[in-house]
């Protein structure tokens, strides 16, 4: 049996299990620290009220003959998937039809599986730094190429950085698909409609898929910026969204999220053919998904409801609050901190020239704050670090406290 060697070509770990490592060793040899974790972007207030009222009705269906549910539609369940097209779309003047919705247990898992309908071939284009998972996937399924100073040979590399303003510039040659995330992880940087159309035209004009992850849009309140990449006119023909229920209603442990393929999204055939990829994603998700549980959706549903939005608006506008928190905090103290107004994550660059996995380090060692280093999202993230606003508002405020005692000279 010959295994995927493109494993073998991946490093050791996943970035976020790679940093809980760490963090655990050190918390092991130093037993009474009081440590801060702004690491991984995991959400940290509980699910709110009428979530849980949904999530209750719904386990007791399950134990009634008259109600119980076996396995449902691998799609999602019509309520949820037609709740979506009226309340994320309709209401944004966006029209979609239900069966162009596919319910899953995450964006993680669909941007990850996404490759599948990718030929072998194709050459992935990636904004600099980036979420890990768009790489290791493509690396998992043979497309990346090998890996030189912290740079696969096959991926394209849009730099993101504090010249351009984390606002990537158009790929030089043609790439096959490019993955965009706005509001974006990990700089919290956000794109305008009139910048996010300039990637719809380029992609409209090149024949290039886009695969537009909106984990974040929750978090946008500027009007200039587009919570979905279909408020762009034709990018129903080139782009493939993927939303998340994690961050927007704290479902990290629940698992919930969609994807939309628009049916007038196509790829082609070597024999120049053009092919809807909604029906592929169909059959694959018919082939290895078996849906999302019943319960989760009801819960998702139950968001929607207008209660369910005031109660998940708190939520954001808390995280919100504190990635102002950690931003304002930063730049007292003399630091250059980007995003983390339309998003909850805050980039910061690192003091002195550390290399951010130095400054990841000596922040565990003198703070006990724990945050991700740059360097982790691509080459061009070297030197920065980010730190998440989805921790405890009286911890946040206390670990940027103790970041301040640091006195960078940048
Ligand atoms: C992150 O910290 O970047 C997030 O947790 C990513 C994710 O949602 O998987």
């Not at 979609?96 to 030929?119: C, M, Q, V």
């Not at 007292?332 to 805050?346: D, I, L, Q, W």
């Amino acid at each position: 049996m010959y295994i995927n060697e493109h494993f073998l070509a991946l490093p050791e770990s996943y970035l976020f299990s790679e940093i809980a490592r760490k963090v655990a060793a050190f918390e092991a040899e130093n037993p009474q620290s009081a440590i801060i974790r702004l690491g991984i972007g995991d959400v940290t207030r509980p699910i709110v009220p009428t979530v849980i009222k949904a999530l209750h009705a719904a386990v007791d269906e399950m134990a009634q003959a008259s109600t119980f549910r076996g396995y449902g539609p691998e799609q999602g369940y019509l309520f949820l998937r037609q709740t979506i097209v009226e309340h994320d779309f309709l209401s944004r003047n966006i029209t979609l039809e239900p069966d162009e919705i596919f319910i899953s247990d995450g964006a993680k898992s669909d941007t990850g599986n996404i490759g599948d309908l990718l030929d072998s071939q194709c050459v992935v284009a990636v904004t600099d730094p980036v979420y890990p998972v768009y790489i290791d996937s493509n690396v998992m399924a043979g497309r990346a190429g090998e890996l030189h100073n912290g740079k696969w040979s096959r991926i394209q590399y849009l730099p993101c950085n504090e010249a351009n303003q984390f606002i990537p510039s158009l790929p030089k040659s043609r790439p096959d698909v490019i993955y965009l995330c706005y509001p974006n992880n990990p700089t919290g940087t956000t794109l305008t409609r009139t910048q996010l159309k300039k990637w719809v035209d380029y992609a409209r004009e090149n024949d290039v898929l886009i695969l537009f992850d909106a984990a974040y849009e929750a978090f946008v309140h500027d009007e200039e910026v587009p919570h979905s990449i279909y408020e762009i006119e034709g990018a129903k023909e080139v782009a493939i969204e993927f939303r998340s229920f994690s961050k927007t209603a704290g479902f990290t442990g629940l698992r919930c999220g969609y994807t939309i393929i628009p049916k007038a999204v196509k790829g082609k055939t070597h024999d120049g053919k053009r092919v809807a990829l909604n029906p592929l994603w169909n059959r694959r998700q018919c082939t290895k998904f078996n849906g999302t549980a019943y319960i989760i959706q009801r819960a998702a549903e139950a968001v929607y409801t207008p209660q369910g939005q005031t109660e998940i608006q708190a939520n954001i506008a808390y995280y919100l609050n504190n990635a102002h928190t950690i931003k304002h905090g930063l730049e007292t103290a003399g630091y250059k901190v980007f995003g983390g107004e339309n998003a909850p994550y805050v980039w910061m660059k690192t003091p002195d020239g550390m290399s951010s996995w130095d400054f990841f380090h000596h922040l565990l060692h003198t703070c006990q704050v724990v945050g991700t280093p740059g360097v982790g999202f691509g080459p061009c993230g070297e030197g920065y670090f980010r730190l998440t606003g989805f921790g405890d508002a009286q911890k946040t405020k206390e670990a940027i406290e103790r970041i301040q005692t640091l006195k960078p000279s940048i």
